[in-house]
């Protein structure tokens, strides 16, 4: 039998991560495994491999291609880690996550948001997933610490609550910046020294709110 071939869109995609810079093999690998379609609304899925953002239900989005795999770039996951990512959305930056590092907590504030994306990642095999419906800025004591933090939506600043969650030598990435407008994408890692905060790429991602949405 012939070999199976992708369809020029997901070539395309995985052409235009490349061009773009991100060039760990792993990270690549995990963008070419998980269906980004199947973490798209229905009406979306034409669109899936663009390289653009796109809405989900509750107000909220998926990030573009190329901003999911650059911050999973920059955690530098292992296998044996274990991975805290505020704000959930679709599943899709926890579903690549799943494929590079140990153990994922995922945590969103929506209720229809956490448990459809409980379904897609059950769907696709990411088994080493936790959604939990919760609040990003006040973790549950009983979490533990963890090797990498990851935030997709946009905080004013970076909450000490998060950062004292970080093991040695962990890493955290999150947009930070105004909510309305662009933000930077931070990195810090919390050395002997303290944490050393180093700023990357301007983006732009849906606010950070604190609490459990009342409705959705």
Known sequence: ????????????????????????????????????????????????????????ACGQTISQPFVVAYMTEQLQLQKDHRVLEIGTGSGYQAAILSRLCGQVLSIERYRTLADSARARLEKAGCDNVEVMLGDGFDIPAGGGDFDRIIVTAAMEQIPESLTQRLEPGGILIAPVGPHQGVQTLVRLVRTEAGLERKELVDVRFVPALPGIAREL
């Open 1 to 56: 039998m012939p070999a199976v071939q992708n369809p020029p869109e997901k070539m395309m995609f995985q052409l235009n991560l490349r061009r773009r810079g991100i060039s760990d093999q792993a990270v690549l690998r995990a963008m070419e495994e998980i269906p980004r379609d199947a973490f798209v609304a229905p009406a979306d899925r034409a669109d899936a491999y663009r390289d653009s953002a796109l809405g989900i």
